[in-house]
């Protein structure tokens, strides 16, 4: 019941700005003539009549699809890079300079490079996605891996740990709450990416969806592709908060204490 | 006749640094009896840490040797356990008190069931019974300090060193600390190495107390504490031999005879 309650308040305390400022959208815009400035009520209609009826399937679908095949290719990727290249410091300071360089390139100037070696079709995509992910989480597991702290590793080597299992169950779960901060980061470059990717030559997709109705004049549609942009967004990344607070509780409790 | 659990034989270390090299430790040698409770004392940055991670195995010294069971020791020997002072760093955090004290057991051939039922003795031996499931971070700096004892015990170490064990912990528990750790020793009789700062644990809870003093360190001074065994916090420290002991290891510690 309290965690009912305390859950509650919360939503409370962060819910009532966005409703004012919806309910002052809508009633600010419904007698607008504006064609840029649709009534929030027609682009609520034709939210639902988009999203719900028409073109979940052709658009919504391969975004997402493309979105996380490429996050999880990246995943698979850069965590074991991450691993190998945090245990051990010599590759480190061969290899960090480098990713530090290609990562401060802008991961959407990277994608009219991967059309003319890829072409238009959704492997382009994904490769640009998995590219611009990685980093974030190659760099953030490599951080993890090799902050374990001395004491730690000491006594593990003491009590004849071996190898592998300070691997495993010391520098890995040592560096789980930076590979996740990683990860979100990661998804959230990936999300941008899918999104740019479709806008730079794509028939399909959210990106392309918006795009076409804006350079068509279709304003309702772009306004709802919009609308269901920030929506997903927002909802991914309130998964990834749940998934993290819940697999990294032990984390989460103990800065609570400190 | 007794025999040396280790044997500690003109042991050197020397610390490559930018400004040429420190010789730390200058041919230590000293045999510590099978059961006994050794302390390591001395000076600030004299070389105690770095004995004791000579003689853990995380350091190979520069030059001299180390006898553990007969064995010229390389790496970590078998059958010896650790207690550090950093409790919030040498124990998971991700863990439970369970898994941290079951950690070091997983590679020994016994069963779950076993690894359990040890994980209680221990437990119930440092006072803690119950406290399988809460994580370290959820208990008092001295409760995880006895998590770490336990840690160390479920091994059923021969050899338990330990560096200033009780130096982040308050009087009171640090009072508390010791007298398990006399209780450890007469349950079990492990053979003990601890460093510390502090002259009057050190002698309290001893058997020798070897002094460490210059640089390079030797050995300066050891001090047989032939006080009678159960030692008390009340009796032993009034006793007027403690204060004599205690007087001649605190002159060696400022280098005043
Ligand atoms: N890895 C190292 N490289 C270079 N010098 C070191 C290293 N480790 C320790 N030293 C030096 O060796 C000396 C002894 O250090 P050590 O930590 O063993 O002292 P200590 O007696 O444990 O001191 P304290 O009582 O402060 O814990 C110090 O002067 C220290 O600076
Ligand atoms: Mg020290």
Redesign the pocket.
């Known amino acids: 019941m309290r965690r009912i309650g305390r859950w509650l308040l919360a939503v409370l305390i962060g819910g009532w700005l966005p409703v004012l400022l919806i309910t002052w959208w809508w009633n600010a815009s419904a007698d607008s003539t504006d064609p840029f400035f649709p009534p929030l009520h027609a682009i609520w209609e034709q939210f639902q009549y988009n999203w719900i009826w028409q073109f979940w399937g052709i658009h919504v679908m391969p975004t997402l699809q493309n979105l996380i095949v490429g996050f999880l290719i990246a995943v698979v990727i850069a965590i074991p890079l991450g691993v190998v290249v945090g245990s051990s410091r010599t590759t480190a300071t061969y290899v960090e300079p480098v990713v530090d360089f290609i990562r401060s390139i802008p991961p959407v100037a990277l994608v009219p490079i991967f059309i003319l070696l890829l072409g238009l079709d959704s492997s382009m995509r994904i490769a640009s996605i998995t590219f611009a992910a990685s980093f974030p989480i190659l760099l953030n597991t490599i951080e993890g891996v090799r902050a374990t702290n001395v004491v730690l590793l000491d006594t593990a080597m003491v009590f004849r740990l071996t190898r592998n299992q300070i691997l495993w169950r010391v520098r890995l779960p040592n560096a789980m709450p930076t590979v996740f901060a990683g990860l979100q980061v990661g998804f959230q470059i990936a999300f941008i990416v899918a999104i740019a990717s479709e806008i730079l030559g794509s028939g399909f997709g959210l990106g392309a969806f918006t795009l076409i109705a804006t350079d068509s004049f279709m304003i309702l549609d772009a306004w709802t592709g919009v609308m269901l942009l920030g929506i997903l967004g927002y909802v991914l990344n309130l998964v990834f908060d749940v998934v993290e607070r819940i697999s990294l509780r032990w984390y989460f409790g103990q800065r609570k204490l400190v | 006749m007794t025999t040396a659990a280790i044997s500690i034989r003109d042991v050197r270390m020397d ?1 490559p ?1 930018p400004d040429g090299v ?1 010789h ?1 430790l200058g041919g230590i040698s000293y045999d510590v009896t099978e059961g006994h409770y050794v302390s390591i004392v ?1 000076p ?7 004995l004791l991670r000579l003689l853990t195995g995380l350091a190979q010294p520069t030059a001299g040797e180390i006898i553990v069971a007969g064995k010229r020791l390389s790496g970590a020997p078998e059958g010896l356990a650790v207690v550090l002072q950093d409790y919030t760093r040498s124990l998971m955090p991700w863990l439970t008190v369970e898994r941290n004290i079951a950690l070091p057991l997983r590679n020994e051939k016994i069963s779950k069931a076993n690894v359990r039922q040890r994980v209680k003795e221990s437990l119930t031996e440092v006072g803690l019974e119950g406290s399988e499931r809460a994580y370290p971070w959820q208990l008092s700096g001295g409760m995880q300090q006895r998590v770490s004892i336990a840690r160390a015990l479920a091994v059923r170490p021969r050899i338990l060193v330990m560096d200033e064990p009780f130096a982040s912990v308050d009087a009171q528990t640090r009072f508390d600390l010791e007298d398990l750790v006399l209780k450890v020793r007469a349950d079990f009789g492990i053979t003990t190495l601890m ?1 510390t ?1 502090d002259i009057d644990e050190a002698t309290y809870l001893s058997d020798d107390v070897v002094v460490l003093y210059g640089k390079p360190a030797t050995v300066s001074d050891i001090v047989s504490i032939d006080l009678a065994f159960p030692r008390s916090q009340v009796e032993t420290r009034n006793d007027h031999r403690f204060a004599q002991m205690r007087t001649r290891i605190y002159e060696k510690v400022r280098g005043l005879s």
């Open positions: 610390y640094t420190k730390v001395g600030s940055g004299v070389g105690k840490t770095t460093v700062h």
